[in-house]
């Protein structure tokens, strides 16, 4: 079955400090990963996608994320936050075999001053 | 850039009462969305259409209609809202034809729908 685990509902960081977001997926295939943010009355915006090639891929506004098939995860990275990152942070998961799309639950991420 | 517009921005609605919502997209895709936004649940898809005069059940489309007269619009109707509906409604469109896996979504601002 498809799947996509966020298991941090919330993560809260200083400004400055580097970002983790974790992303697990239950795909029997290679899916395609990609990671939307959500910020504050406003829609689902794209920061980056995965489906082939080089594992870490690059994104909007510094973030990356890692791809490990041998862990199942699509990880999200920044080095270093900006209050303005302060946001919810969606994984989400499509196989290259249906349409199904699968939505993480997100993680609302607080940057601190 | 990509762009889509929904309307209206907040509504209040009626337990029993007709309630539209609409969805206006200037990106020329083909594929349309809906979604609705509870805590707790993430988003889940309503209904979806692949281009004008079609539409497709999502994984939650009881209680729901929709509508696709045109490439550009897609509308989302509750014919006897229900407290139950209420909720974030946020439509997309996608930049692949088809449904592809590599689709990118682009979301409007979302519907806040109240129903008493």
């Known amino acids: 079955a498809q799947s996509v685990t966020q298991p941090d509902a919330r993560v809260t960081v200083s400004e400055g400090a580097s970002l983790q977001l974790r992303c697990k997926y239950s795909y029997s295939g290679t899916p395609y990963l990609f990671w939307y943010v959500q910020y504050p009355r406003q829609g689902l915006q794209l920061l980056l996608k995965y489906y082939s090639g080089d594992p870490v891929v690059q994104g909007v506004n510094g973030f990356e994320a890692e791809f490990s098939k041998s862990n199942s995860s699509f990880h999200l990275r920044k080095a270093s936050v900006h209050w303005s990152d302060s946001a919810v942070y969606f994984c989400?998961?499509?196989?290259?075999?249906?349409?199904?799309?699968?939505f993480g639950d997100g993680t609302q991420l607080v940057v601190k001053p | 850039e990509a762009a889509v517009t929904q309307s209206p921005r907040n509504k209040v609605a009626v337990t029993g009462g007709k309630v539209t919502l609409s969805c206006n997209q200037t990106?020329?895709?083909?594929?349309m969305y809906w979604y609705r936004q509870d805590t707790g649940h993430g988003l889940r898809l309503i209904h979806y259409?692949?281009?004008?005069?079609?539409?497709e059940k999502g994984d939650i489309p009881d209680g729901y209609k929709a509508s696709r007269p045109s490439q550009e619009n897609f509308s989302l109707i509750l014919e006897l809202a229900t407290p139950s509906q209420t909720s974030v409604y946020f439509c997309?469109?996608?930049?692949?034809?088809?449904?592809?896996?590599?689709?990118?979504?682009?979301f409007g601002s979302g519907t806040r729908l109240t129903v008493l």
């Open positions: 989400v998961l499509r196989g290259n075999s249906n349409n199904r799309i699968f």
């Open positions: 259409s692949y281009g004008a005069g079609s539409t």
């Open positions: 990106n020329n895709h083909n594929n």
């Open positions: 997309a469109s996608g930049d692949v034809g088809g449904g592809s896996s590599a689709e990118t979504l682009y």
